[in-house]
Each structure stands twice: as structure tokens, then as C-alpha cells.
């Protein structure tokens, strides 16, 4: 375990060396692994990871070797140039005041049908027992269909408020007004994220967040290099460590129990490290996986899953990976992006991460060439970016990018970024 934790920590420190970029995708993919590496490193003895299979070990340096190539020989042919510009929008008031509001009903609303739902009218556990039902017990939850629409448009469009928030708060004083806006904006789309149960939506928002407070400041500081101040990234380095000691908590305000157990870090350390060895099992004993005859169907699931619906297709379900465990400790039922990779094209399926890391570079470079760190206007190109980074980010936990693709999810949310976007840039 050692040697890999080694491996990924250089990997991580060769690519800052090379390209001066926190925002660099590989970079972010690498951080994930990272803070993964350390822990199954710290967890060693418990999980029995003194030494990890050399298939698994594979996966996972080779993914790393693949992204730092990819990002490396991308950035030989394609300039990330920032657009200058000496003007930047500022939405009215009243706009931003208007949507806070209307989320705010809308989010009432869900609360209420989620607890209507379950019979309870303690919204907490109401959460925690309609998350499980659905889960566990195959219940079926619908919002109506204005109420859906309307929290979808509240959701997908809140990867707006990701940019504009930071955007306004750096500008200074001036602007103080409208960044608490788009603050509680931000705000209560999070909130409305924790409705949903788990806490993947919460940092979907949060991430994003982060990435664009560090994208704006290097662009105010007018740097090709990452020259952000220490304060800066001490104030972010405490964030992360704030929502990482608060990861149970956090899970009790949606209902779950799991902040009862005598050694709550131990179920932080179980989401974001127990990958590797449940990984490092289904590769030394894979279970029996029938031929689906698709090309790549366990990576693209979502997206074969999408279509079959849509074409009338009986499709094969792929079913939820069982629980793990080993010397008494839970592990939990996640086994990193490699799992998927691995079913689809067995050992070499770190390959795949080339095409994730070509993507979220494409969408990149599109971002910064934007009049976005300029003016202020949203590109949709770095809301695209915004909605995959996480993915990216929690690689080491799930596949969560490939996943992602939907050719319906994907149209619904470009017509509600492009509503939101004209709504707050209209003159009016």
C-alpha cells in the first residue's frame, strides 16, 4: 500500500510541477486518489492492505500514468488562454431576490411531499426513510410533475450560483449585495440538494464552488501560474477539512443513523478509503457477470438504460454491488470508477480514464477562452464543466462520470441553464 500511496503523491506533485493549475482535471482526479491512498494507508492493518494485489495496483497507478500522459500531450497542442475583457454584468436585484424566493417554495414543497409520503412530520427522518425505501425496499417516489420540473430547474440551474457567488465576492465591497445574493442562492440549492437523502448532491455543489473561488482570484491576480494567496488556500484547505469532520453529522441531518456509532471518523474513512481493497477483491474474485452483448455496458449503463427506456428495449439490469467486509469491518458497497472499466475491459481498463481527462479538458479550455472570468456571463461550457467535475473528483468512490450521460439530462439541463442564463442577463 505504501508504494502506491508513493506513486500517487509524486504523480499528484509532477503534474502541479507541470502545469501550475489546481483546476488542471488531472490534477483534481489524482487529489481524489490521494486522500483515498492515505486512508486505506492509515487503514492498512484493519482492511489487511499491507501489500495490494498487483492487478489492483495496476488500476490504479496506471490510471494515474494515463491522465498526467493525456493532460501532458493535450496541453503540447491547446493553449488555455483567459479572454480579457474590461466590462462584467451585474444581474438586478430583484432577479436574484425572485429566484431565492421561488426556490425557497419549491424546496417547502418537496418537504412536504417527502413527509406526506412516509407519514412523518419530522422532515430529518423523513429524508432517512424515504432514502431507504427507495433504496433497499424498491418504492417508487414521484414529485408532481410541476413540482418535479420545477426542482429540477432549481437543482441543474444551481450550478450558476457555483460561478456567480465567488465571481461577485471577489469583486470586493461594491458588489457585497449581490454576492450575498447569489450566496443564498447557492445556499438554498445545497439545502434543497439534502432532500435528496445522500450527500453526493451537496457536494456536487460545493466542489464547484471551490474550483470557481480559486478560477476568479487567478484571474484577478492576472498569473498564468497558480500565485494564489496563502490565506486563500489555507481558507480552503479549511473547508474541506470543516465538511470532512462534519461527514456524519451531515448525515444525520438527512435521516441516517450512522452518526450513532461509537467511531463516527470510521465511516469517513470507510467512503472515502475502503475502495481500494473492495476493488482489490472483485478483481481477485470477480463474480460471474453475464455477456450483455453491448459494447462497454456497465461504463455506459446510464446511458443504454436511458435509450432502452426510451426505444421500448428490455435491456439487462445491472443490480446494486453488495455490501463488503473484512476482519469485522464494514467496507461499505463502492469500488472506484476501475470497477466499471474493469468488467467492460478487464486489467487495461485504466485506459478509459484518457477519454474522462480529454473531456473535462476540452470543456476546460472552452471555459476559459469564454468572456466568462472577465465579465461575469455564463458560459455553458463551464456549467458542463461544473456538473462533471465532481465525478472526476470522487473517481476513487464510484464511476460517476460516464454514468452521468444522458442525452435527455444533459438537453433538460442546457435548456434550464439557458432560461436562467437570459433571465439574469436580460436588460430588463
Given amino acids: 500500500m505504501i508504494y502506491i500511496l508513493i506513486f500517487i503523491i509524486v504523480m499528484l506533485v509532477l503534474t502541479y510541477l507541470n502545469f501550475f493549475d489546481y483546476a488542471s482535471p488531472t490534477f483534481i482526479f489524482l487529489s481524489g486518489w490521494t486522500l483515498c491512498s ?10 489487511s492492505l499491507q501489500v495490494v ?39 438586478r436585484t430583484w432577479k436574484l431576490v425572485a429566484l ?14 417527502k413527509m406526506s409520503f412516509v407519514s412523518m412530520t419530522n422532515l430529518s427522518d423523513a429524508i432517512g426513510e424515504l432514502d431507504h425505501q427507495v433504496k433497499f425496499e424498491e418504492v417508487v417516489f ?14 441543474q440551474g444551481g450550478f450558476i450560483w457555483t460561478f456567480l457567488f465567488p465571481f461577485y465576492l471577489v469583486k470586493g465591497k461594491k458588489y457585497r449585495k449581490t454576492a450575498f445574493l447569489c450566496g443564498s442562492n447557492l445556499l438554498a440549492t445545497i439545502i434543497g440538494s439534502m432532500l ?42 479549511l473547508i474541506i477539512v470543516a465538511l470532512c469532520l462534519s461527514f456524519s453529522q451531515i448525515g444525520v441531518l438527512m435521516g441516517r443513523d450512522e452518526a450513532i456509532l461509537d467511531d463516527t471518523n470510521y465511516m469517513f474513512a470507510m467512503y472515502c478509503g475502503a475502495e481500494i481493497r473492495n476493488l ?58 476501475y470497477k466499471c472499466y474493469y468488467d467492460d475491459l478487464g486489467i487495461l481498463g485504466f485506459i478509459m480514464i484518457s477519454p474522462v481527462i480529454l473531456f473535462m479538458l476540452w470543456l476546460y479550455r472552452k471555459s476559459l477562452s469564454s468572456s ?6 455564463i458560459s455553458i461550457h463551464y456549467i458542463f464543466f461544473s456538473y462533471f467535475i465532481m465525478g472526476l473528483a470522487l473517481s476513487f468512490f464510484s464511476e460517476l462520470m460516464f454514468t452521468r450521460i444522458s442525452i435527455e439530462a444533459i438537453l433538460r439541463m442546457y435548456i434550464y441553464i439557458y432560461i436562467l442564463k437570459r433571465f439574469l442577463q436580460g436588460k430588463k
Fill in 38 to 47: 492515505i486512508i486505506a494507508y492509515i487503514y492498512r492493518n484493519e482492511w
Fill in 53 to 91: 494485489a498487483l492487478p489492483c495496483a495496476l488500476m490504479i497507478c496506471g490510471g494515474a500514468m494515463v491522465a498526467f500522459i493525456t493532460e501532458y500531450l493535450y496541453r503540447k497542442k491547446y493553449s488555455f488562454v483567459v479572454e480579457k475583457y474590461q466590462y462584467f454584468f451585474v444581474p
Fill in 100 to 113: 431565492l424566493v421561488f426556490q425557497c417554495v419549491v424546496y417547502y414543497l418537496v418537504a412536504k411531499n
Fill in 142 to 155: 414521484k414529485l408532481p410533475g410541476y413540482l418535479n420540473i420545477s426542482n429540477q430547474f432549481c437543482q
Fill in 196 to 237: 435528496s437523502g445522500g450527500r453526493m448532491p451537496m457536494v456536487n455543489y460545493i466542489i464547484p464552488t471551490l474550483l470557481s473561488w480559486y478560477l476568479v482570484i487567478k484571474n484577478k491576480n492576472g498569473t498564468s501560474k497558480s500565485e494564489i494567496p496563502f490565506k486563500t488556500q489555507l481558507k480552503i484547505v
Fill in 280 to 337: 482489490e477483491d472483485v478483481i481477485l474474485n470477480p463474480l460471474s457477470n453475464p455477456d450483455y452483448g453491448l459494447p462497454l455496458y456497465r461504463t455506459f449503463n446510464g446511458l443504454y438504460e436511458n435509450l432502452g427506456d426510451r426505444l421500448g428495449l428490455q435491456l439487462p439490469v445491472i443490480k446494486m454491488m453488495g455490501f463488503n467486509q473484512v476482519n469485522g469491518y464494514a467496507l461499505g458497497n463502492v469500488y472506484s470508477c
Fill in 372 to 377: 466568462m472570468l472577465s465579465t461575469g456571463k
